[in-house]
T-cell receptor, first 116, second 112 residues
Framework: EAGVTQSPTHLIKTRGQQATLRCSPI?????VYWYQQALGLGLQFLLW???????NRGNFPPRFSGRQFPNYSSELNVNALELEDSALYLC???????????????FGPGTRLTVT | QQQVKQSPQSLIVQKGGISIINCAYE??????FPWYQQFPGKGPALLIA?????SEKKEGRFTISFNKSAKQFSLHIMDSQPGDSATYFC???????????FGKGTKLSVKP
């Protein structure tokens, strides 16, 4: 079974530009989560999508946005990039219908975003 | 109330020794406590998870101990191996928010 996939692997952007990151969940999973992993800061929750709807949002400015498509894949958009947006962006997926562990999340390899 | 505090920040253990990483949480609504292992350049991999209705869960060399009254849980790695060298994250989840709250991570180095 294929795991969570993310693209691109690396992304280099200039301050002020926009970045688009993509995620495909594990087959059968309907929830997608986005996390930011900046150096030394652990994983910070960004966004949670389930069944095409945004269900929860972390403490990030509105220039971080995203959406989930009918096939449950998702994209994260970061507008007006700032230097401190440089980080590893991780996508995770889960199946909320899992009776025992609806919170069981599986991560992709991440997209390394560098803002210069 | 949403924080998960993890310690130590880094840990050096000899091959064959026991590695112990601790986490504490504040929100009593949390009811799912996973541990993730992350190697450099990779995404975190789910290692083992526990619910608060049990005090211990063991999978191979990895054991989670859970103390509900103290709001603490820990990961024990028995017979630690150099291949276990990685960063370990504890997390907590539950209620309606869906997402996990992560600790800041522990960098484990197992010396041969």
């Amino acid at each position: 079974e294929a795991g969570v996939t993310q693209s691109p692997t690396h992304l280099i952007k200039t301050r002020g530009q926009q970045a688009t990151l993509r995620c495909s969940p594990i087959s059968g999973h309907t929830s997608v989560y986005w996390y930011q992993q900046a150096l030394g800061l652990g994983l910070q929750f960004l966004l949670w999508y389930d069944e095409g709807e945004e269900r929860n949002r972390g403490n990030f400015p509105p220039r971080f946005s995203g959406r989930q498509f009918p096939n449950y894949s998702s994209e994260l958009n970061v507008n007006a990039l700032e230097l401190e947006d440089s980080a590893l962006y991780l996508c995770a997926s889960s199946w909320r219908g899992h009776l025992l562990d609806p919170y069981e999340q599986y991560f992709g390899p991440g997209t390394r975003l560098t803002v210069t | 109330q949403q924080q998960v505090k993890q310690s130590p920040q880094s840990l050096i253990v000899q091959k064959g020794g026991i590695s112990i990483i601790n986490c504490a949480y504040e929100n009593t609504a949390f009811d799912y406590f996973p541990w993730y292992q992350q190697f450099p350049g990779k995404g975190p991999a789910l290692l083992i998870a526990i619910r608060p209705d049990v005090s211990e869960k063991k999978e191979g060399r990895f054991t989670i101990s859970f103390n509900k009254s103290a709001k603490q849980f820990s990961l024990h790695i028995m017979d630690s191996q150099p291949g276990d060298s990685a960063t370990y994250f504890c997390a907590a989840g539950g209620g309606s928010q869906g997402n996990l709250i992560f600790g800041k991570g522990t960098k484990l180095s197992v010396k041969p």
